[in-house]
C-alpha cells in the first residue's frame, strides 16, 4: 500500500521579499539613464548645417553638452542618423555629427541629439 505524501506549508516570506526587492531592482533599472557620460546644461552658440547645404547653416544653442555629443534646438526637423555640421561661433574647425534623435516641441522648433563622429568635442577654451 502506499501512503499519501504529507504536504507542508513551508514560510516562504524571505523568497517573496527577495522576489518584490529584485522585482523593484528591474524596475529601477529600466529607468536608468544609461549614458556613460554626464552631460553638462552648458548653452553654447553654434552654427548647424546640412552636409547637403552647408551654407545654409542655422545660428543656434545647446541645451546641454558632453565630449560626445549634445542636445541642440533646432528650427527644422533632422532625420535620425543625418549627418549635420556643428561649429562653434567663436570659430572652430565644423565637427562632423550623426543624429541620434528628433524631438518636436510643443512651442515649435525640435530638440536635436547628436553624436559626434571620431575624437571627443572640447566645449570650454
Not at 2 to 27: C, F, H, L, M
Not at 30 to 41: L, N
Not at 65 to 81: C, N
Amino acid at each position: 500500500m502506499v501512503w499519501p505524501k504529507k504536504i507542508e506549508s513551508v514560510d516562504n516570506s524571505n523568497e517573496e521579499a527577495g522576489y518584490r526587492s529584485t522585482r523593484q531592482k528591474i524596475i529601477r533599472l529600466k529607468s536608468f539613464d544609461a549614458r556613460i557620460e554626464k552631460r553638462d546644461p552648458l548653452p553654447v552658440q553654434v552654427y548647424l548645417a546640412s552636409l547637403e547645404e552647408p551654407r545654409a547653416r542655422e545660428r543656434t544653442v545647446t541645451e546641454d553638452v558632453s565630449p560626445h555629443g549634445a542636445r541642440v534646438l533646432s528650427s527644422r526637423y533632422w532625420q535620425q542618423g543625418e549627418v549635420p555640421l556643428l561649429t562653434l561661433l567663436i570659430g572652430k574647425y565644423p565637427k562632423h555629427a550623426r543624429v541620434v534623435y528628433c524631438i518636436p516641441q510643443p512651442n515649435g522648433g525640435y530638440c536635436v541629439g547628436i553624436k559626434f563622429e571620431g575624437s571627443t568635442f572640447k566645449w570650454h577654451a
